[in-house]
T-cell receptor
Framework: NAGVMQNPRHLVRRRGQEARLRCSPM?????VYWYRQLPEEGLKFMVYLQKENIIDESGMPKERFSAEFPKEGPSILRIQQVVRGDSAAYFC?????????????FGPGTRLTVL | GQQLNQSPQSMFIQEGEDVSMNCTSSSIFNTWLWYKQDPGEGPVLLIA?????ELTSNGRLTAQFGITRKDSFLNISASIPSDVGIYFCAGQLYGNAGNMLTFGGGTRLMVKP
């Protein structure tokens, strides 16, 4: 039973380029969450999606960041015109549904480095 | 927004010792979770707590959901070298507020051989 998969594991971009991070949830999970982790800090919530719907994007910067979870294929977190401050580890988590007793399971993360 | 204070930030312990760490919040949660993160990896769920006052064990790990719903602690008994890592508490307030997790700052555990 494969867990949450993320790719790439490491991504290097120059300032001004675009970064695309992909997340495939666990089998049977229809809820996806994206979190960002800066060095020596805890994870910070960015966005919560279900298939074809953004449910909560309260943690996502208004500019340059977008997320989608299409009917087919992985969830994508897209960062346009990256800046050095975007360097961080980005984690995706999935859960089967919402509400109580639906723990979130995390992927291995994508480490983004902006030069 | 909600804030989670996790302590201690780091600790060195002798192999075989018991370890205790805790989290406090400025507001209540429905669920408390404890995760462990190894270097270069994502957080792995250790224990989930769903009810105020609940005490749950997973092997050498024991966690409790505080009565006020604003705190939780994690104990590790008889620590071993593979316990090294960063432990995070996370609170969840599901429902209309969404399902996001709010994480503490982490407790870095280092074990002296």
């Amino acid at each position: 039973n494969a867990g949450v998969m993320q790719n790439p594991r490491h991504l290097v971009r120059r300032r001004g380029q675009e970064a695309r991070l992909r997340c495939s949830p666990m089998k049977g999970h229809s809820h996806v969450y994206w979190y960002r982790q800066l060095p020596e800090e805890g994870l910070k919530f960015m966005v919560y999606l279900q298939k074809e719907n953004i449910i909560d994007e309260s943690g996502m910067p208004k500019e340059r960041f977008s997320a989608e979870f299409p009917k087919e294929g992985p969830s994508i977190l897209r960062i346009q015109q990256v800046v050095r401050g975007d360097s961080a580890a980005y984690f995706c988590a999935s859960s089967p549904t919402s509400g109580s007793h639906n723990e979130q399971f995390f992927g291995p993360g994508t480490r983004l480095t902006v030069l | 927004g909600q804030q989670l204070n996790q302590s201690p930030q780091s600790m060195f312990i002798q192999e075989g010792e018991d370890v205790s760490m805790n989290c406090t919040s400025s507001s209540i949660f429905n669920t408390w979770l404890w995760y462990k993160q190894d270097p270069g990896e994502g957080p792995v769920l250790l224990i989930a707590l769903y009810k105020a006052g609940e005490l749950t064990s997973n092997g050498r790990l024991t966690a409790q959901f505080g009565i006020t719903r604003k705190d939780s602690f994690l104990n590790i008994s008889a620590s071993i070298p593979s316990d090294v890592g960063i432990y995070f508490c996370a609170g969840q307030l599901y429902g209309n507020a969404g399902n996001m997790l709010t994480f503490g700052g982490g407790t870095r555990l280092m074990v002296k051989p």
